[in-house]
Each structure stands twice: as structure tokens, then as C-alpha cells.
T-cell receptor
Framework: KQEVTQIPAALSVPEGENLVLNCSFT??????LQWFRQDPGKGLTSLLL?????REQTSGRLNASLDKSSGRSTLYIAASQPGDSATYLC????????????FGTGTLLAVQP | DAGVIQSPRHEVTEMGQEVTLRCKPI?????LFWYRQTMMRGLELLIY????????DSGMPEDRFSAKMPNASFSTLKIQPSEPRDSAVYFC??????????FGNGTRLTVT
């Protein structure tokens, strides 16, 4: 059974700092991995999607990497801003015939001005 | 593109009552997912559909929960009878194949 873990559960950093969020998964047979952002009381917003054959994806100040063999992904946020404060979740899309996405429990990020 | 639309945004009901949550996926998306989010258990997949057909309902907690997708633009999640432990935020999401998943804003359900 695929399990997805995110460490740390919470993180507080000063504005301007570069930071890394971690996502681990137990079964490397994934189709892709997606990073989301969730603001309080809102739905999830897709940030980046990495296919299983890719090593990384970039969008603006965000860079996501994937090491499928070790079951790890990281989300790098450069020059953090208070507006980046949110919960960040990763989700793995299982391989094979299924189209299930399994979510991690998230990292709550607070960027202090 | 209007995004995934869910209604109602908030629902407060008494134990034993029937609750129906509604979802309109993004046009052209062939997969629809229902998730439940709680502090204790995070985001749990309840059921997903492909081309209006339920594919995997292994996450549906009990027979009190049922979901339908009568056409490509509408799905419902029904709880009958509701219980206080069903209180959670219920999300609907859709995707085209295995492309990025898009979420609605959720329905916050409170059962008293």
C-alpha cells in the first residue's frame, strides 16, 4: 500500500529565505507526482506536476525534483514571501491501471515578514 | 474555464438527516474524484469515476455513503443517515486523463 509522508509538518521562516519541503513515498511505481498549495478554507491549487520519467519541474520561484528510485520529492521555494504562507501537499498518482492519487499530510508553511 | 464547482459551500445538519453534496467538473475532464479532508486523517479518496462510471469506491467509509455521476457535467455524494463523525470538508476534483488534478473549493459539512 502506497504511503506518502511529508516532513516537517510545520515550518516557520523569515521572509527572503530559501526553503525546501520534503515528500516521501513508499512505492516507487508511480505515474507522476503533483505538488499543491492550500490556503485556509480553500481548495487545493496545483503548483507543479512531475512525470515519473522527469527529474524536475520549475515554475517561477518554485522548483520540484523527483527521485523515484529513492521515493523522494522536494519542493524548493526561492526567496520566500509572506504570500507563500499556506499548507503544501504532495500527491502521488499510482502507476498501472488505476488513476488514484494518494496525498501526504502536508507541511504548514509560515513566512514571517 | 469556470473550474470545478461545488455546492453548497457550507452545510449544517442534524444527525440522521440526509445530506447531498454536488459537483460540476471542468468541461472535457473525464475523471472525477471525491475526497474528504479532516484534521486527523488528512485527504482521503472516497471514490472516483471515469467517463461517468465508478471505478474505485474502496474509500467509501460505509453503506451510508453513495455517489453518482448521471452525466459528464454533474456528480453527487450522498450521506444517509448522517452522523457527527461525518463532519469534514468534502472536495470534488477532476482531471483529463492523468493530467493535473483540479479541485473545487469544497463543502464544509457539520453534523450536530
Amino acid at each position: 500500500k502506497q504511503e506518502v509522508t511529508q516532513i516537517p509538518a510545520a515550518l516557520s521562516v523569515p521572509e527572503g529565505e530559501n526553503l525546501v519541503l520534503n515528500c516521501s513515498f513508499t512505492d516507487s511505481a508511480i505515474y507522476n507526482l503533483q505538488w499543491f498549495r492550500q490556503d485556509p478554507g480553500k481548495g487545493l491549487t496545483s503548483l507543479l506536476l512531475i512525470q515519473s520519467s522527469q527529474r524536475e519541474q520549475t515554475s517561477g520561484r518554485l522548483n520540484a525534483s523527483l527521485d523515484k528510485s529513492s521515493g523522494r520529492s522536494t519542493l524548493y521555494i526561492a526567496a520566500s514571501q509572506p504570500g507563500d504562507s499556506a499548507t503544501y501537499l504532495c500527491a502521488v498518482r499510482l502507476g498501472g491501471a488505476t488513476n488514484k492519487l494518494i496525498f501526504g499530510t502536508g507541511t504548514l508553511l509560515a513566512v514571517q515578514p | 474555464d469556470a473550474g470545478v464547482i461545488q455546492s453548497p459551500r457550507h452545510e449544517v445538519t442534524e444527525m440522521g438527516q440526509e445530506v447531498t453534496l454536488r459537483c460540476k467538473p471542468i468541461s472535457g475532464h473525464d475523471y472525477l474524484f471525491w475526497y474528504r479532508q479532516t484534521m486527523m486523517r488528512g485527504l482521503e479518496l472516497l471514490i472516483y469515476f471515469n467517463n461517468n462510471v465508478p471505478i474505485d469506491d474502496s474509500g467509501m467509509p460505509e453503506d451510508r455513503f453513495s455517489a453518482k455521476m448521471p452525466n459528464a457535467s454533474f456528480s453527487t455524494l450522498k450521506i444517509q443517515p448522517s452522523e457527527p463523525r461525518d463532519s469534514a470538508v468534502y472536495f470534488c476534483a477532476s482531471s483529463r486523463g492523468r493530467s493535473p488534478l483540479h479541485f473545487g473549493n469544497g463543502t464544509r459539512l457539520t453534523v450536530t
